[in-house]
């Protein structure tokens, strides 16, 4: 059976998860950025840098468990969500277009 897959262009820049924690998660839970650093065992810098998108502070794998842990939910949406706005940022890049651009794409012979 073929898998098909809906493609449509993403016209808004998809939330990062980094915002969804400053400003959904972090004031539902009333927690400031100091409270929610150490409720995540983590650096107040550390937080700053997700809430930015400051590498090397991005929605990693075990950042997603942490943050996971906190809001009682699953790291696969914290990843998912982080995923998504890097996909759609590096389409946008020109950099990465040219690049992509050059590659060829390859056929399995059968």
């Known amino acids: 059976m073929a898998e098909f897959s809906v493609k449509r262009p993403v016209l808004r820049q998809p ?3 980094g915002q969804v ?9 009333n ?4 409270a929610a650093a150490k409720a995540l065992g983590i650096s107040r810098n550390t937080l700053h840098g997700l ?11 075990p950042m997603a468990l942490r943050v996971a842990k906190l809001c009682g939910n699953d790291a696969e ?6 995923r998504t706005f ?7 890049d020109q950099t990465t ?12 012979a059968e």
């Open 51 to 61: 809430i930015r998108d400051a590498s090397p502070n991005r929605m990693t794998a």
């Open 97 to 108: 277009k040219d690049a992509v651009a050059k590659i060829p794409t390859m056929v399995a």
């Open 15 to 17: 939330t990062h998860p």
């Open 77 to 82: 949406m914290w990843l998912n969500m982080q």
């Open 86 to 92: 890097d996909l759609w940022e590096a389409r946008r």
């Open 31 to 34: 927690l400031d950025i100091k």
């Open 21 to 29: 924690l400053k400003r959904q998660v972090f004031p539902a839970l």
